[in-house]
């Protein structure tokens, strides 16, 4: 997606926090997600934002969403070798249904 | 398994052949989405459909592409007269016109 960027590559060591940062550039955005995609597989939802929100917090994941500077990250707790995968950033707007997605951050999880 | 299903998981065909994709649905959920994903980016949106309404097409979708909600249950995607240039994952994702669009499998294209 045009509209929304990501750092390509990002590599952790287990036990520590991993951020994944996001941008996007369209206002009306209504709602802001997080899937994560695991080799040969489809997407899976790890959590969501509305846009009148700052901060989800589930579990591992914490979730913080900037508004005024259009940021939002996704912070993984005590990160696990499991994590290793592309996570996705997506915008769906207000105008439309479609999900817009950035080019995904490839998570490496060292032991 | 987020319960959406798709079929099949992978083909292979010759350049010009016809392909046909198949979308399952989670049964409560009246809207589907068709996406495309190349390598090394993320999904792109095709189509849309609401029931049995295809309710918005991306200008991605050629007019080698067809898709379908018969029922307004699962949809078929056909590409017509392939090129190597439709090599991608076709992903199909639904949900119940709340927030969140739970993704199937995807089924892996490869045009030779």
């Known amino acids: 997606g045009e509209d929304v960027e990501q750092s390509l590559f990002l590599s952790v060591r287990e036990g520590d926090s991993s951020v994944i940062n996001c941008t996007y550039t369209?206002?009306?955005?209504?709602?802001l997600y997080w899937y994560k995609q695991e080799p040969g597989a489809g997407l899976q939802l790890l959590t969501y934002?509305?846009?009148?929100?700052d901060m989800k917090q589930d579990q591992r994941l914490t979730v913080l969403l900037n508004k005024k500077d259009k940021h939002l990250s996704l912070r993984i707790a005590d990160t696990q070798t499991g994590d290793s995968a592309i996570y996705f950033c997506?915008?769906?707007?207000?105008?439309?249904?479609?999900?817009?997605f950035g080019k995904g951050t490839s998570l490496l999880v060292t032991p | 398994d987020t319960g959406v299903s798709q079929d099949p998981r992978h083909k292979i065909t010759k350049r010009g052949q016809n392909v046909t994709f198949r979308c399952d649905p989670i049964?409560?959920?009246?809207?589907l989405y068709w996406y495309r994903q190349t390598l090394g980016q993320g999904p792109e949106f095709l189509t849309y459909?609401?029931?049995?309404?295809?309710?918005?097409k991306s200008r991605l979708l050629s007019d080698r592409f067809s898709a379908e909600r018969p029922k307004g249950s699962f949809s078929t995607l056909e590409i017509q007269r392939t090129e190597q240039g439709d090599s991608a994952m076709y992903l199909c994702?639904?949900?119940?016109?709340?927030?969140?669009?739970?993704f199937g499998p995807g089924t892996r294209l490869l045009v030779l």
């Open positions: 369209d206002s009306s955005s209504t709602y």
């Open positions: 997506a915008e769906i707007r207000e105008s439309g249904y479609a999900l817009n």
């Open positions: 994702a639904t949900d119940r016109g709340q927030e969140t669009q739970y």
């Open positions: 049964s409560e959920h009246n809207r």
């Open positions: 934002i509305f846009s009148n929100m």
């Open positions: 459909f609401q029931n049995e309404a295809q309710l918005e």
